[in-house]
């Protein structure tokens, strides 16, 4: 399958060995986004994969498609300009602290100043999925067109597309605020796959359910309901409690949930795209519903046992873990 993501890449920057900034004077780095880590999870898995983006014309812009072309990723419809990249410093918590994450220039960068004219649409060309995330929709006016455009254009040809809300409340000015919930639906009725969970459904969509319900059973309503609203194929998700994970989809009426899996986190970024990544596998590859979803939530769980954020599990680790379980060594 080939595989195409639209969206921006980030430089990440991090303190060591669960440090605070304040404690250090080196910091890590690495690149990463959404579409990256979604791409090379995918690509993990044996499929074709490239990125549609805007990086920076500089050596910092060159270092990012380096980085990315060593995660599988084909760089050839990268396009750069201007001189910066979105950054985000994350101090890792760890026990009773949780992780804090830090944004910096994200809508001044390379991306952010992107517009329809710097990419060119044949890149849709022999694509059989198209993945957007939902912060190219908060970005600005131009970024959220090139989106909108590449969905429509994907839609005419047949194209899956591939939508994960990925909802960012700090991201929309004031002005854009009382205009968050159109965008949304007028995507979510080009799409095909999302990703979305109960607050994209109740807080963004501001859909009604009956609280008094078990949880699992609003959910499965809500689920239900944006389907049928926005004609969506299948409606992708996980659930967090404490230290465990597990995934849902909500395909042609049936609500299907996989197993409860403990969680060891070494690095929690990307874990969601991981799950992301093992359900746009599944799904393309027409798994049964029982077992997308255990594949897509068994993703998730070892993509938080890798370094970075994007994930590098195999479908061989997978597959091998839905079988046997947890075990100490590999010879």
């Not at 001189?83 to 991306?111: C, M, P, W």
């Not at 994209?200 to 969509?205: C, E, G, V, Y």
Request: some cysteine; charged content about 20%.
């Amino acid at each position: 399958m080939k595989i195409l993501a639209f969206g921006e890449v980030m430089m990440r920057m991090m303190p060591s060995d669960y440090k605070t900034l304040t404690q250090v004077n080196e910091l890590e780095f690495l690149f990463t986004g959404t579409g990256v880590n979604i791409l090379s999870g995918l690509y993990q898995m044996g499929e074709d994969v490239s990125l549609l983006t805007r990086l920076p014309d500089n050596a910092v812009g060159k270092a990012a498609s380096a980085n990315i072309r060593k995660l599988g990723i084909n760089d050839h419809y990268i396009v750069y300009g201007d001189n910066h990249i979105g950054i985000y410093f994350l101090e890792k918590g760890i026990g009773n602290r949780a992780s804090q994450v830090t944004y910096l220039n994200r809508k001044d960068s390379s991306f952010g100043h992107s517009q329809l004219s710097d990419y060119d649409l044949s890149c849709l060309d022999g694509q059989d999925a198209l993945h957007i995330c939902g912060i190219s929709l908060a970005m600005n006016n131009n970024v959220r067109e090139v989106a909108f455009k590449l969905a429509k254009e994907a839609k005419r040809r047949g194209i899956k597309v591939i939508f994960d809300c990925n909802f960012r409340p700090s991201l929309w000015n004031e002005n854009e605020r009382k205009n968050v919930k159109s965008i949304y639906e007028d995507m979510l009725q080009l799409a095909d796959i999302v990703f979305a969970g109960y607050k994209d459904a109740t807080l963004l969509l501001e859909m009604n359910v009956d609280h008094n319900l078990p949880l699992k059973q609003q959910l499965e309503l809500l689920l239900k309901q944006m389907c049928h609203d926005y004609h969506i194929e299948a409606i992708l998700g996980t659930i967090r409690q404490d230290e465990t994970l597990s995934g849902y989809m909500m395909s042609k009426d049936v609500f299907t949930m996989s197993q409860e899996y403990s969680l060891t986190v070494y690095d929690r970024v990307g874990g969601g795209d991981g799950f992301a990544a093992g359900a746009i596998y599944g799904y393309l590859h027409n798994m049964p519903s029982a077992k997308l979803v255990d594949y897509a939530t068994v993703s998730g769980v070892l993509a938080h046992t890798t370094y970075g954020d994007s994930p590098i599990v195999s479908r061989e680790q997978i597959i091998d873990f839905m079988e046997n379980g947890r075990s100490d060594i590999k010879r």
